[in-house]
């Protein structure tokens, strides 16, 4: 008889050969790893990879004032924008995918499925480009430089990102036994009201790993601001590697460690909004008792 925790939903607890087996795979595994590994070092260090004149010019102060703190700063404020932009789509869009009303359920369905068609890279450039056409955002609002390349950079982020967080959301929400909103429908509440008081927290609660996966997403989709010469990491980068020439790879390997970083402070920022949400939330609790009003009996009391 095997132990709770030795099993799992897709297969049995390993028995004593198939835990040797499985530890000798693992073990020829990481050999063959980390000799990989070094053999991409000792190819890198005989091309002078790490020879500390190449590191240096990146790593300047001057260099880190002026080009990878606004880079950093720019990126982060791009993500930002762009996340809030892609929940609020995504809230408005996911209802509407299970609205009742049948042209607000069609037109949302349309967006989620024409936008999360096209590659994000070429949303932004369409759209960067189209304006520069038009110059509705230089001639008539003013906006040029920078403001007008993060503005088509969040727009993009938002824009396919809400299509993608909307069918995250649908998800979610079809993924909840029927009796959490019926017991709503039983106890007099509107539609609304059981999508806002019950069905809503749930969902929250239960697709955060999904938009915390999503979210990281978007992070690294700042960098696409390089096809519009915005200033973010991947960009300024570039910019680094053509000013030092011999470091070009240096810097991309700085860029991608701060991404790296980024990307897992995010991580951890989001798994502890999820473990205090799960603590606040009163939501499975409340929608339990409604269950057990329409059931005849209350919450805890064992009358059937």
């Given at each position: 008889m095997t132990r709770p925790n030795e099993s799992t939903v897709l297969f049995d607890a390993l028995g004593p050969k198939g835990r040797q087996r499985s530890l000798i795979a693992?073990?020829?595994?990481?050999?063959?790893?980390?000799g990989l590994l070094a053999w991409a070092a000792y190819g890198l260090a005989g091309n002078g990879f790490f020879e500390s004149s190449r590191w240096i010019n990146p790593l300047d102060a001057l260099v880190v004032e002026t080009t990878w703190i606004p880079a950093i700063i720019e990126t982060l404020k791009a993500f930002a924008l762009g996340s809030l932009?892609?929940?609020?789509?995504?809230?408005?869009v996911g209802f509407g995918r299970i609205s009742r009303f049948l042209p607000t359920r069609a037109a949302s369905t349309v967006y989620v499925q024409f936008f999360r068609s096209l590659p994000l890279v070429l949303l932004i450039w369409i759209s960067f480009t189209i304006d520069g056409y038009f110059g509705f955002t230089a001639d008539v609002l003013g906006w040029d430089g920078d403001t007008r390349r993060l503005t088509f950079l969040v727009l993009g982020l938002g824009i396919y990102n809400g299509a993608i967080l909307a069918e995250i959301l649908r998800a979610g929400v079809a993924a909840l036994p029927p009796g959490q909103a019926m017991a709503g429908y039983a106890v007099g509440l509107s539609h609304g009201q059981v999508q806002r008081l019950i069905v809503l927290p749930q969902v929250l609660r239960n697709m955060l790993p999904a938009v915390l996966a999503q979210l990281v997403i978007l992070l690294k989709d700042t960098s696409l601001g390089y096809v519009i010469t915005y200033p973010?990491?991947?960009?300024?980068?570039?910019?680094?590697?053509?000013?030092?020439?011999?470091?070009?790879?240096?810097?991309?390997?700085?860029?991608?460690?701060?991404?790296?970083?980024?990307?897992?402070?995010?991580?951890?920022?989001?798994?502890?909004?999820?473990?205090?949400?799960?603590k606040k939330t009163a939501a499975p609790k409340a929608a339990a008792q409604l269950e057990s009003v329409v059931a005849g009996g209350t919450a805890g009391s064992g009358v059937i």
């Amino acid at each position: 008889m095997t132990r709770p925790n030795e099993s799992t939903v897709l297969f049995d607890a390993l028995g004593p050969k198939g835990r040797q087996r499985s530890l000798i795979a693992s073990v020829i595994s990481a050999v063959v790893i980390l000799g990989l590994l070094a053999w991409a070092a000792y190819g890198l260090a005989g091309n002078g990879f790490f020879e500390s004149s190449r590191w240096i010019n990146p790593l300047d102060a001057l260099v880190v004032e002026t080009t990878w703190i606004p880079a950093i700063i720019e990126t982060l404020k791009a993500f930002a924008l762009g996340s809030l932009v892609a929940i609020f789509l995504g809230v408005i869009v996911g209802f509407g995918r299970i609205s009742r009303f049948l042209p607000t359920r069609a037109a949302s369905t349309v967006y989620v499925q024409f936008f999360r068609s096209l590659p994000l890279v070429l949303l932004i450039w369409i759209s960067f480009t189209i304006d520069g056409y038009f110059g509705f955002t230089a001639d008539v609002l003013g906006w040029d430089g920078d403001t007008r390349r993060l503005t088509f950079l969040v727009l993009g982020l938002g824009i396919y990102n809400g299509a993608i967080l909307a069918e995250i959301l649908r998800a979610g929400v079809a993924a909840l036994p029927p009796g959490q909103a019926m017991a709503g429908y039983a106890v007099g509440l509107s539609h609304g009201q059981v999508q806002r008081l019950i069905v809503l927290p749930q969902v929250l609660r239960n697709m955060l790993p999904a938009v915390l996966a999503q979210l990281v997403i978007l992070l690294k989709d700042t960098s696409l601001g390089y096809v519009i010469t915005y200033p973010e990491l991947l960009h300024s980068a570039n910019i680094i590697g053509r000013d030092y020439g011999n470091s070009f790879l240096q810097a991309l390997i700085i860029a991608a460690l701060i991404y790296f970083v980024l990307a897992y402070a995010l991580s951890k920022v989001v798994v502890y909004a999820e473990r205090r949400l799960r603590k606040k939330t009163a939501a499975p609790k409340a929608a339990a008792q409604l269950e057990s009003v329409v059931a005849g009996g209350t919450a805890g009391s064992g009358v059937i």
